[in-house]
């Protein structure tokens, strides 16, 4: 029932994202504009120089990418309690372990597809893909949709509201993100500035995707894998959670009924 | 804790049982103590004004909220301890559509299917097996949005049969649908009750609630009534009439002083009583001190039983028709918004 119920909540996810495919390629304006424009902007005075600047924040901006899709997938959670086909699905015998994994997975998956449309224009920022470069980017990527997709799901589940939902999530995502050293070098950020990147998942998932690419890397790779896997572990478990409370609504601790008179 | 294995559901097995269901939302008691049984098979109707506990109840048996005290069990399946059985077992159309709008039907019924466990060519056999039964084949491929009102409630009905349930809860199913949509709705759901599947649902519509084998008239989070609708309608005995007078208060104490109880309604309206309304209603006519707009005599219905019982009226049965048609009030009307 487990796997089952994963696969149908993820089903369901992708048909609707399909209806929305217009969106992978609305969701390459924000990257292109860090890439070529930021990017170009900012690298033509960087002491780094423009084709090298271009370079180093591509991983960056595939990581915002990765990120501002996974939790725009984790939305409709919000959306969906109200009205709509999740109803449907909550009074179902679908574990509610499998609702929150389901959702993970789908906005995992969602945001690697966006990763997958961006990928294409690493050459034209300068970085031309070679096959083992490819490969272990695509590791990166996969673990960073995750990590973001349970970060979105569990912070989601909380809310009831899509109004405040977009503006939480922009005051986590966008420090988080101006935070990770996507857009500079974090050795020569300012110490508080690096002992914040430490404790920030978006920091490890960047710095895993440059390595990739640049073989550069702040964080031990180590590290950094056993970071995110530790911060997928925790999310999804909190995601958990909080499906499993929705389950008694607000009677704490409802009565077990005697039935044997 | 409940004993799973002393109760199989069978046959003896009531469909639902409810036992001392008391549900508190904070301070507020939206149940006060709520007892009865469906038999299976039965169709079974839960009558009452907004806010009387009707939602609350349903969303107890329907597993989504537990109740505070007491404990209730569908088809021999403890709602808060057996929940995954219950569900299993159970169908249930909400008030709000529950379906995806912008995927089309069959998507909707294969991937309730899905849910429910089935592979996925199965659930693809059972959607199209549905969709032809309840006559939305030719709509199966558009997406739900751009069918009609009555054949997306269908649909609701559809995706609640997929898992061929043995029980279908219904909650104002048809809230919202013209005569002729709401007909061809619980014509189906007739079908379905014919064949063995036990229905419970919620309503206002009095002549949707006059379908049910026995009906719960529930107000103010108790079960004030339970019985048949000839039963209930019997309690009042003789029939009813009521008056329209240019001065409704003076016949009102004129009636009151020739010893006949009008009763305390709320309406723009009087409303009597009485063992043999046609026979004293040109006794009325002639000795009432005020002009008579207009008089009525009938049967009494499942309204007038509430108002007696409660000495409330419904809500919303005063033009059913103006109800029915196009844009209701949709599925807020404070239901369901409780914490």
Redesign the interface.
Known sequence: MMLRGIWAIVVLDMKRFWLEKARLVAGLAQPLLYLFVLGKGIGASSQMGGADYQRFIFPGVLALSLLFTATFGAITIVFDRQVGFFKAVLVSPVPRAAIALGKISSGALQAALQGLVVLPFAPLAGLPLGLGETIALFGGIALASVTFSALGVAVAARFTSTTVFPIVSNAVLLPMFFLSGALYPLSGAPRWMQIAAHLDPVAYAVDLMRGALLDKFFFSPWLSLGVLAAVIALLTWLAVLVFRRGEDDSSLGATQFNWRR | ???AS??PASAATPAVEV?GVV????AVEALRGIDLTVNTGEMFALLGPNGAGKTTLFSIL????????????VLGH?V??E??AV??A?G?V?Q????????SGR??LL??G????LPTAAARRRADEILGQLGLAEAADRPAKTLSGGQRRKLELA?ALVTDPKILFLDEATLGLDVDARRGFWGHVRGLAAAGCTVFFTTHYMEEAEVADRIALIDQGRIVALDTPRALKARLGGGVIRLKTDDDTRARAWLVEKNFTPEAEAGAELMLLHADPAAVLPELLRHLPVKVLRAEVKEPSLEDVFLKLTGRKLAGDEAPAALGAGGAPG?GRGKGG??
């Open positions: 804790m409940p004993s002393a109760t036992r549900k508190r939302y904070g329907a597993t989504l909220r537990a109740p505070t005290e007491g404990g209730a069990r403890d808060v301890a929940r995954d569900r299993r159970m249930i909400f709000e559509p529950a379906i995806e709008q912008r995927l998507d909707n991937l309730m899905l849910l429910y466990g995706r599925g409780r914490p």
